[in-house]
């Protein structure tokens, strides 16, 4: 595949086995800045494993992943958690939100990792907070809150660093469908509108419904929808 230059990540014939199981087979990847795309596909066909080798989280046997033109498995351990802390957010299923810290201290996490001191950091997440009308539990802590709360938290904890790219991995596979719906507004209103390109890992077509685009992943194998791949 040739990346387009305006591609934001890019990757190219990425293979992943796990002892015998392959779980990526030759896939083919790109997202452009601002864009949402969905990334689909039956159970076990190897959509986490594509998430985390474009995050840089998991290296792939072989294959490249580009990001603004660097290659991810060339830049040494360190660089990558630092591009991962600077310029990557990410949203899991369940939160996974620090269970000791109030609401607004694990949305100002991120920007204290950065070195953000507490007040700035705190203030830039009490604004995110109010962006995505949860700012009446900035006190809570994430075992006082309901799911749905607990995922707008998380959002807003991976927007507060002004990221370039949201990894979402299923960020409503525990949620109900009205918070499930809710959720899904607020994150791409919220990537719109800031210009970050989300990947979007989810098994519902409802979820998906809410991208400019959809990959479907099969048996380790990326295939574009829209045929840009
Ligand atoms: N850390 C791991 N160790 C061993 N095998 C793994 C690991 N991660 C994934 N696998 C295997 O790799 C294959 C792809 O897994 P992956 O989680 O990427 O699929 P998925 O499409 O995200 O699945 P699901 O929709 O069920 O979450 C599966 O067969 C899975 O069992």
Do not use: D, R
């Given at each position: 595949m040739t990346a387009s230059t305006s591609a934001l990540l890019t990757a190219s014939g990425l293979h992943k086995t796990y002892g015998s199981t392959p779980a990526l087979a030759g896939a083919d990847f790109v997202i452009h800045p601002g864009e949402v795309v969905a990334v689909m596909g039956p159970s076990g066909s190897g959509k986490s494993t594509l998430l985390h080798c474009l995050a840089g989280i998991v290296p792939p046997d072989s294959g490249t992943v580009h990001y603004r033109g660097k290659e991810?498995?060339?830049?040494s351990d360190a660089r990558r958690s630092a591009l991962r802390r600077a310029d990557f957010g990410f949203v899991f299923q369940f939160g996974?939100?620090?269970?000791?810290?109030t609401c607004t201290e694990n949305v100002a996490l991120p920007l204290r990792l950065v070195g953000v001191g507490r007040k700035e950091a705190e203030s830039r997440a009490t604004r995110w907070l109010e962006r995505l009308e949860i700012d009446d539990v900035r006190h809570h802590r994430p075992g006082q809150m309901s799911g749905g709360q607990g995922q707008r938290v998380a959002i807003a904890r991976a927007l507060v660093g002004a990221p370039s790219v949201i990894f979402a991995d299923e960020p409503t596979g525990a949620l109900d469908s009205l918070n499930g719906e809710r959720v899904m507004g607020l994150l791409t209103d919220a990537a719109r509108e800031t210009r970050a390109a989300v990947v979007l890992v989810t098994h519902e077509s409802r979820v998906a419904a809410y991208s400019d685009r959809e990959v479907i992943v099969r048996d380790g194998r990326a295939r574009d929808m829209a045929g840009a791949v």
């Open positions: 991810l498995s060339a830049l996974q939100l620090v269970p000791e810290l």
